[in-house]
Structure formats: structure tokens, C-alpha cells
């Protein structure tokens, strides 16, 4: 097997990648082709309506699951080939996920410093390395002098905090945190931005947060919006974007679906170097892309 041993971000790849649940009522297709290119060092906000998929993505992302059907690759590595074994020593290693609730990450009668430097312990059972002293990931964080104290006594941004230098203990090359500002007051939600920040910036994390928060979107740069079990659309940097899927669809923005609803008859008419969806009756027609300069 490839192995991912750089210290910087790792590049994440989704190609054509479906989850399918198996549950008792049915099966639950909870991604329905996803294909996803992050680069190395980048940010990104999975953001979408509840149930379109975006935990499903970052669970597998974080190797807790392995795709259906289609290609996951975070690094060198494709998480769907490796063995159970490869996949934990991954999991302990290249990867940092931070699970919804700060809290649920941590050991609360332990203090700050402990519960990274445990976290680095199990790292270095998995696979020993150099690892960051405690202290530098606490400061990191804008935690120092919180070293000493307790998980349980830290008010809820700090703990956030605490949460992603756990998440940082083995200096992965991807960061993967699910809702990081989710009951924050403003500041507390500044001070894990910031730290989102420092973590990407100075250790060059490749970082995907799930949000619900439209500011965290902003605020990463790359807001990617799951629909239904796929990529809808991006934003970058202010701007907004439908993204052809590996297949050849496009998912429509909502307002454009209220004008053609589902199994309207369209052409697409590619000419004078527009391309441009008209409805049957030519009642509606939408410009989509224009190769002119
Ligand atoms: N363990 C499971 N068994 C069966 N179905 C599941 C399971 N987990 C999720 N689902 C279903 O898969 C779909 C996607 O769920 P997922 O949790 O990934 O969405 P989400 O976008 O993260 O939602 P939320 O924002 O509410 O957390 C939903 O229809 C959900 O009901």
C-alpha cells in the first residue's frame, strides 16, 4: 500500500461515490454519486438541508464507513481497498475527526493537556512518530494556560477548542470536524474559526467542517452544498456555482426548479458558443454557459 507520510494537507478525491444503508424498512440511499476534488491545504464547508448526506460524506471521509460503490482516496491512499487494519492505522494517524459535540470528544475529568497527550499515546501505538509537544498544539489553539484544567470546567468554545487539538494530536494530514460553531455565542464562534484558521494556515490541514452556519461556509472560502446524495452546488468566494457531476448531470438551483419542475422536457441548444436549456413550447429558456470571451 501507498502510504501518506507528509506532514502537510492531504488531497481527498470522491469519485461516483454511493452510500447505501441497509435498514430494516429499506435500504436508505444516503449518497448518490458524489464526486468531490479538494487539494491539499484547502477548506471546506460541507453545508446542505438535514438528511442530504453530508454526515454520511464525512464519516466516510474519516474511514468510520466504506462507500457502496464508487472511489474514496484521501491522499494516496483509496480507503475502499485497504485492509481493516491499514484503515485504523489511517484513522490514528493521517486523519483528525472531531465529532459533533465538543464534549463527546474528550474525557472530562481529565485535564486539557492530558486528553491531548492520551491522544497521542494511541497515535503512537499505531504508528510511531515524531510527535508535536502538547503545549505547541494547545497554543496553537489559543489555549495556553488552559493546559491544567479540566475538560468539564471549560466553558463551550474553549472545550470546541480542546476538542480539535485532540483532533490534532497526531498533526494529520486532514482535519474532518463535524458542526464546530453549533451553539456558540459570536465570539466562542470567532475563537474556533480562528483556530480552524491557524491549524490551516500554519500546519498547511487540509480542513472539512459539515456546518449549518452560511458564515462558516463564507468564512472557508469553499462552501460545497450536498443535495439529495449529491454535490448541488459550490460557493467561492462569494460566488455561486452549479457543478457538473462526473456523469454529465447538474443539479438545478431551487428557484430555477420552481420555473422547471421535475421531468420538464428541456433542449439543449449549444450554439454561437452559448449553451442554453429551452423548454418544449420555447416558454422558458435558460442560458447556462457561454464559451465566448
Ligand atoms: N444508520 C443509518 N441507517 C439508515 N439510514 C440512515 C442512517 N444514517 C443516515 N441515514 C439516512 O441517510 C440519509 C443521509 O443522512 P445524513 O445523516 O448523512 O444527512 P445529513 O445531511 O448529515 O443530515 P443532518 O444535517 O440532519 O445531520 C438520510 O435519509 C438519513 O435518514
Avoid at 470536524?177 to 451553539?183: K, Y
Wanted: net charge negative; with cysteine; charged share 20%.
Amino acid at each position: 500500500m501507498k502510504n501518506n507520510s507528509s506532514l502537510t494537507g492531504l488531497a481527498v478525491v470522491c469519485r461516483r461515490v454511493v452510500h447505501i444503508y441497509r435498514a430494516e424498512g429499506g435500504d436508505v440511499v444516503a449518497l448518490a454519486g458524489v464526486d468531490l476534488d479538494i487539494a491539499p491545504g484547502e477548506r471546506v464547508a460541507l453545508v446542505g438541508p438535514s438528511g442530504s448526506g453530508k454526515s454520511t460524506l464525512i464519516a466516510l471521509l474519516a474511514g468510520l464507513m466504506r462507500p457502496s460503490a464508487g472511489r474514496v482516496q484521501i491522499g494516496l491512499v483509496d480507503i475502499g481497498r485497504i485492509s481493516e487494519a491499514e484503515l485504523a492505522r489511517l484513522r490514528g494517524t493521517d486523519l483528525g475527526v472531531v465529532l459533533q459535540g465538543a464534549r463527546r470528544n474528550l474525557l472530562p475529568y481529565a485535564t486539557v493537556l492530558s486528553n491531548v497527550w492520551l491522544a497521542q499515546r494511541r497515535a503512537a501505538h499505531v504508528r510511531p512518530a515524531d510527535l508535536e509537544p502538547p503545549e505547541r498544539i494547545l497554543s496553537l489553539l489559543g489555549l495556553t494556560g488552559l493546559g491544567h484544567r479540566k475538560v468539564q470546567d471549560l466553558p463551550p468554545g474553549a472545550a470546541q477548542r480542546a476538542a480539535i487539538a485532540v483532533g490534532m494530536a497526531a498533526s494529520p494530514g486532514l482535519l474532518l470536524v463535524d458542526e464546530p460553531t453549533s451553539q456558540l455565542d459570536r465570539t466562542a464562534r470567532d475563537e474556533v474559526l480562528a483556530a480552524l484558521e491557524a491549524v490551516n494556515t500554519e500546519r498547511g490541514t487540509t480542513i472539512v467542517a459539515v456546518t449549518h452556519d452560511p458564515d462558516v461556509g463564507a468564512r472557508l472560502g469553499r462552501a460545497v452544498t450536498i443535495r439529495d446524495g449529491r454535490v448541488g452546488s459550490e460557493g467561492r468566494d462569494g460566488r455561486e456555482f452549479a457543478v457538473i457531476a462526473g456523469d454529465g448531470t447538474v443539479q438545478l438551483p431551487p428557484d430555477v426548479l420552481d420555473v422547471l419542475p421535475p421531468g420538464t422536457l428541456l433542449s439543449v441548444e449549444h450554439a454561437n458558443g452559448k449553451v442554453t436549456l429551452v423548454t418544449d413550447d420555447h416558454s422558458v429558456s435558460v442560458p447556462v454557459a457561454s464559451d465566448a470571451a
